[in-house]
Structure formats: C-alpha cells, structure tokens
C-alpha cells in the first residue's frame, strides 16, 4: 500500500547510498543502501504497491546503530523496471528475490511486509538457503480475503490519478482515518510521478492489478508448503487491529512453523510499519541483534527495547 511510514526519531541518520541490480530477466532493481556495507545486511522487501521508502524509518535507524540495510524497490513499483508488456506473475517476483540477495551479501534477513514477505518464505523454502533469518510483518500463507479486498479497492479506485498532492492526501486520510501523520501532502511526493497531462498517479505500474493480484488465490497450497519447509529463525510481526491476518490465520502459521516467535503490536493495522514505526523498529533491531545483524549493544537511538520481543508469542502492550 503507497502510504510513507511515520519518521517520530529525530537522531541523525546515515545518507543511504542508490544502487541498481540486474534482475534474471534483465529488468533494473531500485535499492538504497543505508550503513555499513562490510556488515550483516538485512534486506527490507515492500508489500504489493509499496516501495522501499516505506522502510527508510526503519532502516535508518538500524544504519545509525551500526547495521547495514538494503531497501529494494520490486519489479513494477517505486523505481524499478516495469515489465513489459505489463506480464508479472508471482514467480517472477520470487525470481528477483537471488538478485537482490547478490547486492546485500551472504545470507542475509530478509524482512518481508504483505507481498515481501511471502517472497522471503516462498524464496528461502524453494530456493535457499538464501537467509540467516526471516520476519514476516503481518502476512501470513492464509490471509483474510476481505482485508486484502479493502487494499485492492483503494489501489483501484483512481486509475486517472489526482489533480494535486492534496487530493492525493485526501484519499490516504479516507483511507487510513487513524494515521496523525496522513496529514503531511509532502510526504507522498516522493510516491507519485507525473503523467504526461499533469496529474500524479501512485509509483506503481497498474497492469500490477490484472496479473499478481489476480493470481494470488491461486498460491495458498504452495504457501504452506514453503511455510512448513521454512528452517531459518522466524518472527512473525503482525499488527493488533490488521484485517488481513487475524487469530486463526496467525494459529494456523504457529502450527505450520512451530519454532517461529510472535510479537502484535497492538494499535497498529496492516500497515505495521507505518502505524508504529518506532516500536516496529524496536522489535526488529531487537531481533537482528538476537541473529548477528545488528550489534547487540547499540539499540537504535530513541527507540526503547521492546519487552515482549523473545517471548514465543506475545502482544504489545505499549
């Protein structure tokens, strides 16, 4: 979803360095990479019709405190390739995933929202080892339908685009009523591209919409293949009042990775990252830095540990 992640941390952070990658079929990847190079990366991959400024928070933060991330922008979204033709399948997206994996360095973490994560867990199991850990933000291989229907219908909802950035922020506020910072039009410019007469369209390719989405019914069986082959560390990063995942969607992936954590952050939906983006961050630092990729005494500036991040399954109550 197109929407920027709240930046509360006023630390100062490392200026992330551009990069492109050459995907399989040739298509140019978009990444930014923030700190240390020579350290264990940890690659931040965006949920359908994302792109990777919803990770600079984040990512930032984690750059500051001596780690190194790699914040990619998927074929068709941000600025990326787009594929021709406009044909994306889901295996083209798990495709890209080695490439991006070439740029971080050796097995790195792959932090996967929504899309991103279920091409981490799709990845790792068919095509790993690929990763030294997984987090999966608020995605898991059976979703409720009628949260991703409310996603789709506001991708959907103006193929022509929007006069002005404020009429683009108008729809993130129907959209996202309880985001305080939806109220910054600013924030979107860096999301939104001109068209030739004018008006601003969201950073994605719309030919998106007819192909990965509409295939995406079709992967349940496989999802849970991947899920249950899954080896590597999993934490599962799922908000309190998200109508994608739920209890039972969350009981049944306990059942399929039984080793895997769980952390709720309470107040926060489907777009985790976004809604609590400090406490997300804390959760994620605290976890890298359990794994080897994020130095163990150097929490993020300004971010309090999170009390709940090693029990098994917990739910934030900040």
């Known amino acids: 979803m197109v929407v920027p992640a709240n930046h509360t941390a006023t630390v100062p952070r490392p200026e992330p360095i551009p990069g492109w990658v050459a995907s399989w079929d040739g298509l140019r990847l978009r990444y930014d990479r923030h700190g240390d190079a020579g350290s264990p990366a ?12 919803a990770w600079t928070a984040t ?55 929504s899309m991103g994560g279920l091409l981490g867990m799709v990845a790792e199991a068919e095509r790993g080892p690929l990763f030294s850990t997984l987090v999966l933000v608020d995605i898991t291989p059976r979703w409720e339908q009628a949260g991703v ?25 129907e959209y996202l009523p309880h985001r305080a910072d939806a109220r910054s039009p600013e924030r979107l410019r860096k999301l939104l591209v001109p068209t030739p007469d004018g008006r601003l369209r ?30 590597v560390p999993v934490l599962l990063v799922s908000g309190g009042r998200s109508d994608v995942v739920s209890e039972h969607t969350i009981r049944e992936f306990r059942e399929l990775v ?24 804390a959760v994620v630092a605290d976890w890298l830095a359990r794994h080897g990729h994020l130095p163990r005494d150097r929490a993020p500036a300004g971010l309090e540990p999170h ?12």
Do not use: C
């Open 42 to 53: 940890t690659v931040f991959a965006h949920g359908f019709g994302q792109t990777r400024h």
């Open 149 to 173: 229907e409310r996603i789709l219908r506001f991708m959907r909802a103006r193929p022509d685009g929007f006069a002005d950035l404020d009429e683009a922020q108008q729809a993130i506020r």
């Open 307 to 318: 009390p709940h991040a090693h029990a098994s399954s917990a739910t934030e109550s900040a």
């Open 202 to 231: 969201w950073h994605w390719d719309p030919a998106l919409l007819d192909s990965v989405a509409a295939e995406a019914e079709r992967w349940g069986e496989r999802l849970k293949r991947a899920a249950m082959a899954l080896r």
């Open 59 to 113: 990512a930032g933060a984690l750059a500051a405190a001596g780690g190194h991330a790699l914040t990619a922008d998927g074929r068709g979204h941000g600025e990326s390739g787009w594929a021709p033709g406009g044909r994306y399948t889901f295996e083209d997206f798990i495709a890209d995933v080695p490439a991006l994996v070439g740029a971080a360095g050796p097995r790195p973490a792959w932090v996967g929202a």
């Open 258 to 281: 039984p080793h895997a954590e769980h952390v709720a952050l309470r107040d926060a939906t489907h777009m985790v990252a976004g809604d609590a983006n400090d406490r997300f961050t």
